[in-house]
């Protein structure tokens, strides 16, 4: 497998999800999923999904500009990190973000986002 188009492919996915409906991100995590969101720590599948789904905005578009991957330890999880632009509707101006996805494999053979860090970048 390919981890360049792994981690493209996850990205889309997940930034798409996330655009159009934040609650279909749930299967995504599991419960010793944590995301860190501008500093609060969350953890567990519907406490991240209960953070995201409870932000101030209903739309919003990521447009992605960059993402890199590494492979990460033994058992086959991989390091995602993406930035880019986050355009609120009713906003001018978009905010410059960057996340990082450490994800796991399933028993199923997919991925899970075991850990989750996200940063707004002030210019």
Not at 37 to 60: A, D, H, M, R, Y
């Amino acid at each position: 497998m390919d981890p360049d188009a792994l981690s493209k492919a996850f990205v889309e996915h997940y930034y798409s999800t996330f655009d159009t409906s934040r609650a279909g991100l749930a299967n995504l995590y599991q419960e010793t999923s944590m995301l860190t969101f501008e500093g609060q720590k969350i953890q567990g599948s519907q406490n991240i999904v209960n953070k995201l789904t409870s932000l101030p905005f209903q739309q919003c578009k990521h447009t992605i500009t960059t993402v890199d991957c590494q492979p990460s330890g033994p058992a086959g999880g991989m390091l995602v990190f993406v930035s880019g632009n986050l355009q609120l509707a009713g906003e001018q101006h978009a905010l410059k973000f960057s996340q990082m996805f450490h994800l796991m494999p399933t028993a199923q053979g997919s991925f899970y986002v075991y850990n989750d860090i996200f940063r707004l970048n002030y210019a």
